[in-house]
C-alpha cells in the first residue's frame, strides 16, 4: 500500500519566520502536487512536481521534488498570515487517483 | 462560470433516509472524485469516475451509490444515511493528475 507521511502535523510561527513541511514515501510517484486547503473551502492546487530534483518556485514559496521521486518539501520563506491554512501533498496514482498525505496545519501568526 | 459547484453547501439529515450531493463541472474533464474529510482521517476516496457511466469504488465506498450519466455531473447518493456519514464531502475533477475541487457540502446526520 502506497502511503504519504506528512510532517510536521502541525506548525505555529510568527510572522517572517521560515518553515519547512515535508512529504515522505517509501514508493515512487510520476508527480506529485501540493494544495492548500483554507478552512470551509476545498483544497487548491498549488504546483505539480513530475521530474526528480525538480525545484519550483511559488513567491515565497519553494517545492522540491526529491531525486528519487519518493518524497517532497516545501519551503516558506518569511512567512505571513496569508500563508495560514492546511497544506497538502499529493502522490499520482493509477487511473489520474492520488495518494494523499494527512496534510500540515500551519498558522502563522501576527 | 466556468468551474465546479456542488449543492446544496450544508445538509442536516436524519438516521435512515435518503441524501443525495450533487457535483457538476463545466471543463470536460474525463476524471471525477468524491472525497470525504474527516479530522484524524484526511481526504478519503470514496468513488470516482473515469468517464461518462465508467465508475469504480475507492477507499471507503461502502453506504454510497454514485453513477455518471453526463460528463459534467457526478451525483453521491447516501441510500440509507448513518451518523458514521457526518461529514465534510468534496467533489473534484480532473483530465490529469491535478484534481480540482469544489467547495465542499458539510453534511450531519442526527
Known amino acids: 500500500t502506497q502511503l504519504l507521511e506528512q510532517s510536521p502535523q502541525f506548525l505555529s510561527i510568527q510572522e517572517g519566520e521560515n518553515l519547512t513541511v515535508y512529504c515522505n514515501s517509501s514508493?515512487?510517484?510520476?508527480?506529485l502536487q501540493w494544495y492548500r486547503q483554507e478552512p470551509g473551502e476545498g483544497p487548491v492546487l498549488l504546483v505539480t512536481?513530475?521530474?526528480g530534483g525538480e525545484v519550483k518556485k511559488l513567491k515565497r514559496l519553494t517545492f522540491q521534488f526529491g531525486d528519487a521521486r519518493k518524497d517532497s518539501s516545501l519551503h516558506i520563506t518569511a512567512a505571513q498570515t496569508g500563508d495560514t491554512g492546511l497544506y497538502l501533498c499529493?502522490?499520482?496514482?493509477?487511473?489520474?487517483?492520488?495518494?494523499w498525505g494527512a496534510g500540515t496545519k500551519l498558522i502563522i501568526k501576527p | 462560470d466556468a468551474g465546479i459547484t456542488q449543492s446544496p453547501r450544508y445538509k442536516i439529515t436524519e438516521t435512515g433516509r435518503q441524501v443525495t450531493l450533487m457535483c457538476h463541472q463545466t471543463?470536460?474533464?474525463?476524471?471525477m472524485f468524491w472525497y470525504r474529510q474527516d479530522l484524524g482521517h484526511g481526504l478519503r476516496l470514496i468513488y470516482y469516475?473515469?468517464?461518462?457511466?465508467?465508475?469504480d469504488k475507492g477507499e471507503v465506498p461502502d453506504g454510497y451509490v454514485v453513477s455518471r450519466s453526463k460528463t459534467e455531473n457526478f451525483p453521491l447518493t447516501l441510500e440509507s444515511a448513518t451518523r458514521s456519514q457526518t461529514s465534510v464531502y468534496f467533489c473534484?475533477?480532473?483530465?490529469?493528475?491535478?484534481?480540482?475541487f469544489g467547495p465542499g457540502t458539510r453534511l450531519t446526520v442526527t
Open positions: 499529493a502522490g499520482g496514482h493509477s487511473n489520474y487517483q492520488l495518494i
Open positions: 514508493s515512487v510517484f510520476s508527480s
Open positions: 512536481v513530475v521530474t
Open positions: 471543463w470536460s474533464h474525463s476524471y
Open positions: 469516475s473515469a468517464a461518462a457511466d465508467i465508475t
Open positions: 473534484a475533477s480532473s483530465s490529469s493528475y491535478e484534481q480540482y
